[in-house]
Nanobody
Framework: VQLQASGGGLVQPGGSLRLSCQASGIIFSTFRMAVMNWYRQAPGKQRELVANITTDGPTNHADSVKGRFTITKDNRKRAAYLQMNSLSPEDTAVYYC?????????WGQGTQVTVSS
Protein backbone atom coordinates (compact mmCIF):
# COMPACT_ATOMS: atom_id res chain seq x y z
CA VAL A 1 0.00 0.00 0.00
CA GLN A 2 1.26 3.45 -0.90
CA LEU A 3 -0.12 6.81 0.13
CA GLN A 4 0.53 9.90 -1.97
CA ALA A 5 -0.18 13.21 -0.27
CA SER A 6 -0.52 16.37 -2.30
CA GLY A 7 -2.03 19.83 -2.23
CA GLY A 8 0.32 21.65 0.08
CA GLY A 9 1.85 24.99 -0.69
CA LEU A 10 2.28 28.58 0.36
CA VAL A 11 -0.87 30.45 1.32
CA GLN A 12 -1.60 33.76 3.00
CA PRO A 13 -3.24 33.92 6.43
CA GLY A 14 -6.97 33.45 6.07
CA GLY A 15 -6.57 31.41 2.93
CA SER A 16 -7.55 27.85 2.12
CA LEU A 17 -5.93 24.69 0.88
CA ARG A 18 -7.23 21.22 0.14
CA LEU A 19 -4.92 18.32 0.81
CA SER A 20 -5.42 15.01 -0.93
CA CYS A 21 -4.20 11.56 0.00
CA GLN A 22 -4.39 8.95 -2.72
CA ALA A 23 -4.02 5.31 -1.75
CA SER A 24 -2.82 2.67 -4.17
CA GLY A 25 -2.25 -1.04 -3.86
CA ILE A 26 -5.32 -1.50 -1.69
CA ILE A 27 -8.65 -3.05 -2.55
CA PHE A 28 -11.91 -1.19 -2.14
CA SER A 29 -13.25 -3.23 0.78
CA THR A 30 -10.08 -2.81 2.79
CA PHE A 31 -9.89 0.92 2.15
CA ARG A 32 -13.53 1.28 3.13
CA MET A 33 -12.82 -0.32 6.49
CA ALA A 34 -9.64 1.65 7.12
CA VAL A 35 -9.35 4.71 9.31
CA MET A 36 -7.76 7.65 7.53
CA ASN A 37 -5.81 10.17 9.53
CA TRP A 38 -4.12 13.46 8.86
CA TYR A 39 -1.18 14.37 11.08
CA ARG A 40 1.08 17.38 11.02
CA GLN A 41 4.50 18.20 12.33
CA ALA A 42 5.74 21.73 12.76
CA PRO A 43 9.45 22.51 13.11
CA GLY A 44 10.65 21.63 16.59
CA LYS A 45 7.34 20.10 17.59
CA GLN A 46 5.99 16.60 17.88
CA ARG A 47 3.75 15.14 15.25
CA GLU A 48 0.12 15.68 16.15
CA LEU A 49 -3.15 14.24 14.96
CA VAL A 50 -5.19 16.80 13.07
CA ALA A 51 -8.22 14.80 12.04
CA ASN A 52 -9.43 11.33 11.30
CA ILE A 53 -12.37 9.65 9.68
CA THR A 54 -13.52 6.24 10.74
CA THR A 55 -15.01 3.35 8.84
CA ASP A 56 -18.60 4.49 8.83
CA GLY A 57 -17.88 8.16 8.37
CA PRO A 58 -17.69 9.70 11.88
CA THR A 59 -14.94 12.24 12.07
CA ASN A 60 -12.74 13.70 14.76
CA HIS A 61 -10.88 16.97 14.55
CA ALA A 62 -8.31 18.42 16.91
CA ASP A 63 -9.58 21.34 18.95
CA SER A 64 -7.09 23.62 17.25
CA VAL A 65 -8.69 23.04 13.83
CA LYS A 66 -12.34 22.50 14.66
CA GLY A 67 -14.58 24.68 12.56
CA ARG A 68 -11.76 25.37 10.09
CA PHE A 69 -10.63 21.97 8.80
CA THR A 70 -12.79 19.17 7.45
CA ILE A 71 -11.69 15.63 6.70
CA THR A 72 -13.53 13.57 4.12
CA LYS A 73 -13.05 10.20 2.51
CA ASP A 74 -14.01 8.88 -0.91
CA ASN A 75 -13.92 5.10 -0.75
CA ARG A 76 -14.50 4.62 -4.47
CA LYS A 77 -11.52 6.80 -5.29
CA ARG A 78 -9.51 5.35 -2.40
CA ALA A 79 -8.73 8.87 -1.32
CA ALA A 80 -8.99 11.12 1.70
CA TYR A 81 -9.02 14.87 1.81
CA LEU A 82 -8.41 17.65 4.28
CA GLN A 83 -10.11 20.93 3.50
CA MET A 84 -8.35 23.68 5.41
CA ASN A 85 -9.93 27.10 5.71
CA SER A 86 -9.03 30.21 7.65
CA LEU A 87 -5.42 29.16 7.77
CA SER A 88 -3.07 30.85 10.20
CA PRO A 89 0.73 30.82 10.55
CA GLU A 90 0.28 28.32 13.40
CA ASP A 91 -0.94 25.80 10.83
CA THR A 92 2.44 25.80 9.11
CA ALA A 93 3.73 22.23 9.15
CA VAL A 94 4.38 19.14 7.11
CA TYR A 95 1.09 17.29 6.79
CA TYR A 96 1.06 13.51 6.61
CA CYS A 97 -1.74 11.17 5.73
CA UNK A 98 -1.95 7.86 7.51
CA UNK A 99 -4.03 4.76 6.94
CA UNK A 100 -4.79 2.34 9.74
CA UNK A 101 -6.36 -1.06 9.21
CA UNK A 102 -6.39 -3.08 12.37
CA UNK A 103 -2.80 -3.17 13.63
CA UNK A 104 -1.37 -2.25 10.24
CA UNK A 105 -0.68 1.32 9.29
CA UNK A 106 0.86 3.15 6.36
CA TRP A 107 2.22 6.67 6.00
CA GLY A 108 2.37 9.05 3.11
CA GLN A 109 5.45 11.12 2.37
CA GLY A 110 4.11 14.42 3.70
CA THR A 111 3.21 17.68 2.04
CA GLN A 112 4.43 21.07 3.22
CA VAL A 113 1.90 23.73 4.18
CA THR A 114 3.26 27.19 4.80
CA VAL A 115 1.00 30.02 5.93
CA SER A 116 2.70 33.35 5.61
CA SER A 117 2.10 36.82 4.30
Amino acid sequence: VQLQASGGGLVQPGGSLRLSCQASGIIFSTFRMAVMNWYRQAPGKQRELVANITTDGPTNHADSVKGRFTITKDNRKRAAYLQMNSLSPEDTAVYYCNLKYGVIEYWGQGTQVTVSS
